[in-house]
């Protein structure tokens, strides 16, 4: 299992009710299922990836977060989880909205365009970045709504959200992130972990 | 029918009382089970049949010579696995292979009931079955599952038994019969009805057989179980042994001769009365209207995981009918699952062999069983 997701799953307590969005193969969720006795749902836009997770006994939606979030009631999880998709959406400040209505809390994870490689990759070879977290063309990447971690940071500050942890994670480096270090943590993480709340 | 073959039937002696207000006793239920019950009766199977299906789900049917409706699913390996779990299935009541229907007797007048047989729904259906569970004793069915019609009663019987179940799998179907749903099932009554064989139903006792409107109906009905494209690529505009137009009505097209012989096969098996009530029974169907419009309530008291599935070329009962019960069960915090298959094979996807859909089954089923 990715770093990323264990970093995730250090932040959610035992016992709690978790939705993971764009859930992927259920990876996150059959290791919180059994290690941490959570009740666990995802949504899964991809059809294969659902049928992944039916294979490992997970309950899954085949949906988009964008339109169907909608009908889950008002903090009915404990937790809701999206990794690194909040990028893809067409409007991810809805989708921050709603991950904030359905859970008590959001963990949200983005791939950072302030990290010093993609930063240096721009710079000096003037073509947009390719890195282990960004790994797409531009014409074929799936991320519309690139940031950086100082991006979202502002961006959650400005909203009045809660920030109740912040991590800047380099390879297996898991690292706090404050207010005297964001400029430093936006250049050397290739991964921001938030852990939020409206 | 079939009076010279022995069906499996269960002679339900408690008084059943139907939507429509009449009560039946000491009627039958026909029904079929393949594999067998565990010592812990915590495998079994509820299968729920469509419009036209019967307790004949897998092997060779004893009437038709055909394999069962769902054998594609269900039988040993296979999806529904008859090595691990007892799958039952049960002929409705109104329907014409043993269970209590329209062409059984009335016991007031001693005459064959054709259209006095009262009108049931598919409440009264799950009901009926119902019986099935302490027939063998069964404290909990670890699945209900059923595709169409079939799913109907799955949301139904979960609404009515919400103790009864641990796992259920509505398939390609819907809670409430659309406007569209009614219009295409009332063609089909429309047919049958307006073959002047069908003598107001009374067609058996006067020797008589409504064969031609019954079939028309089923003609209809599988236009509606197959997608434009699936027809399009298994006929076309292909002649039926023939190398040009003949400027005839004569079946020119390989479209044609294919639909005239689905009706000239099911006027051997079906009896047009059950077509009547059983259709009827569908478009009766309106779960959330049994709860002030609110779908969510029928689900309330469950704990029953759900497994919804539809199929992207079905147009019948499409992904948002079956979502739209994905959506009142999670307005609850209910445990659902869902996945839309892809498929060009049309409603009629469930009875075939479409890989993604039984390796979804298969999947769903083993890993519940494991972690119950």
Known sequence: MKNEFKVIANLIDKDRRVLDVGCGDGTLMKFLKDNKNIDCRGMEISKSKVQKCIEKGLTVIEGNAEKDLIQFPDKSFDYAVLSQTLQAFLNPELVINELLRVGKKAIVTIPNFGYWKVRLHLLTKGTMPITKTLPDEWYNTTNLHMCTIKDFVFFVKSRNFKIFKSLALNNKNVTLINNSNLGFKNLIADLGIFLIEK | MNKELKLKTLFVQKPLEL?????????????????????????????????????????????????????????????????????????????????????????????????????????????????????????????????????????????????????????????????????????????????????????????????????????????????????????????????????????????????????????????????????????????????NNNLSDAFKKTKTKFFIISFTSDWLYPTQENKDIVIALNAIGADVGFVEIESDKGHDSFLLDVPDFLKAIKNFLNKSYLNN
């Open chain 2, 19 to 291: 939507d429509c207000g009449k009560i039946i006793q000491n009627f039958p239920i026909a029904y079929e089970t393949y594999g067998s019950l565990n010592e812990k009766k915590d495998n079994a199977v509820l299968a729920f049949h469509a419009l036209t299906g019967d307790q004949f789900v897998t092997g060779t049917n004893p009437i038709t010579k055909k394999d069962g409706w769902w054998s594609y699913a269900v039988g040993p390996n296979k999806a529904i696995d008859t090595n691990k779990y007892f799958v039952i299935c049960s002929n409705v009541i109104g329907g014409c292979m043993g269970s209590y229907g329209p062409s059984h007797q009335d016991p007031d007048t001693k005459k064959i009931f054709g259209a006095n047989f009262p009108v049931i729904t598919i409440n009264d259906m799950v009901n009926a079955q119902y019986n099935l569970l302490e027939h063998f004793g069964i404290e909990k069915l670890f699945s209900v599952v059923g595709g169409s019609m079939g799913g109907m009663q799955v949301l139904q019987f979960v609404s009515n038994f919400p103790n009864k179940a641990i796992t259920a799998i509505p398939i390609a179907c819907t809670y409430s019969h659309s406007a569209q749903n009614i219009a295409l099932n009332e063609l089909g009554r429309q047919a049958i009805t307006a073959d002047t064989n069908w003598s107001e139903g009374n067609y058996t006792i006067e020797n008589k057989n409504p064969n031609k409107g019954l079939a028309v109906a089923r003609m209809a009905a599988h236009i509606t179980y197959l997608s434009k494209k699936g027809l399009q690529e298994k006929f076309g505009r292909k002649l039926q042994e023939r190398d040009d137009l003949k400027f005839g009505f004569d079946a020119d097209f390989q479209i044609e001769s294919y639909l005239r012989y689905q009706g000239s096969v099911f006027v051997d098996r079906f009896d047009a009365n059950s077509y009547l009530y059983i259709t009827r029974a569908m478009d009766y169907f309106d779960l959330a209207k049994q709860f």
